[in-house]
C-alpha cells in the first residue's frame, strides 16, 4: 500500500497549489486507505474530487472546523456467511479520513459538494476580494 510522506514532492506539489499571495500553504494528511484525490483550479475557487468507489453518499461525513476540511468515511465489509467461498477477495473497506488545510482565501460559508458514480465533488469558492484583479497605472 502506498503512504505519502508529508515530504515527498507531491506534498510540495499540493502545497503550491493552495498557497495563497501570503505564501500559506495547505496540508494534508493521508489515512490508509485514503481516496486519490484530484485538485482543479478556475478563477472562481478550487473542486476537490475523490474517488471513492463503492462508498455511499450517506457513509461519508465532511467537517469543516476552522480552516481545517475533513472528509471521512467508516465503511465495514459485507458480512458473509460461512457457506460463502471466495477464490479472491480484494474489495477493501475500511475507515478513510483527509484532512485538508484550507488558504484563507477560501470562502467557507459556501462550500458545497456533491456525490455521483462514485466521484466526492467539494467545490471550494474564493472569497470576491480574492477574485478581483485590474491593472494599475504607473504615474
Known amino acids: ?3 505519502f510522506s508529508p515530504y515527498s514532492p507531491l506534498s510540495d506539489l499540493f ?3 493552495f498557497g495563497d499571495t501570503n505564501k ?3 496540508e494534508y494528511k493521508n489515512y490508509e486507505c485514503a481516496p486519490s484525490v484530484n485538485i482543479l483550479e478556475n478563477s472562481n475557487g478550487f ?3 475523490l474517488a471513492i468507489p463503492g462508498v455511499q453518499k450517506d457513509d461519508v461525513k465532511i467537517n469543516l472546523e476552522k480552516n481545517v476540511l475533513s472528509i ?4 465495514e465489509a459485507e458480512k458473509t456467511d460461512e457457506q460463502t467461498k471466495f477464490t479472491r477477495k480484494e474489495f477493501v473497506y475500511g475507515t478513510f479520513c483527509r484532512t485538508f488545510t484550507l488558504p484563507e482565501t477560501i470562502d467557507t460559508d459556501k462550500i458545497g459538494a456533491d456525490f455521483k458514480d462514485g466521484i466526492l465533488r467539494i467545490t471550494l469558492p474564493k472569497k470576491i476580494e480574492t477574485r478581483i484583479s485590474k491593472e494599475i497605472r504607473i504615474s
Open 1 to 3: 500500500m502506498m503512504r
Open 24 to 26: 500559506e500553504k495547505m
Open 72 to 75: 471521512s468515511s467508516d465503511k
Open 15 to 17: 502545497q503550491d497549489l
Open 47 to 49: 473542486e476537490l474530487q
